[in-house]
């Protein structure tokens, strides 16, 4: 599986900006796919996630109300709608793919990841 991000940027405090990212190769082993970020010299964080199948979806407490998660099954891509933008919100934002078969945090239990793409929010 590949997943290819793209959409991050530099945005004003609450601006928005929305994330893709588009998966390919051996997609019928994805259930559910997610976005982290992690933020100069901190650990990876769970930012939200979506199951393939249903509309099943989780946030962290963190983003909830302001970030949106979809996804359209027929081009393959996950979308991560960010509004009222935060300079906390700054991080390098990864997807990733799990083959778990319910909606996680966990970093460990994504199983494919992309390149990360700068969101960058400035106060």
């Known amino acids: 599986v590949q997943l290819q991000a793209s959409g991050g940027g530099l945005v004003q405090a609450g601006g928005s900006l929305r994330l893709s990212c588009a998966a390919s190769?051996?997609?019928?082993?994805?259930?559910?796919m997610g976005w982290f970020r992690q933020a100069l010299g901190k650990e990876r964080k769970f930012v939200a996630a979506?199951?393939?199948?249903?509309?099943?979806?989780l946030y962290a407490d963190s983003v909830k109300g302001r970030f949106t998660i979809s996804r359209d099954n027929a081009k393959m891509t996950v979308y991560l709608q960010m509004n009222s933008l935060k300079p906390e919100d700054t991080a390098v934002y990864y997807c990733?793919?799990?083959?778990?078969?319910?909606?996680?945090?966990?970093?460990?239990?994504?199983?494919?990841w992309g390149q990360g793409t700068q969101v960058t929010v400035s106060s």
């Open positions: 979506i199951k393939w199948s249903s509309h099943s979806t």
């Open positions: 190769g051996s997609i019928f082993s994805i259930n559910a």
């Open positions: 990733a793919a799990s083959a778990f078969t319910t909606v996680t945090m966990k970093v460990a239990s994504y199983d494919f």
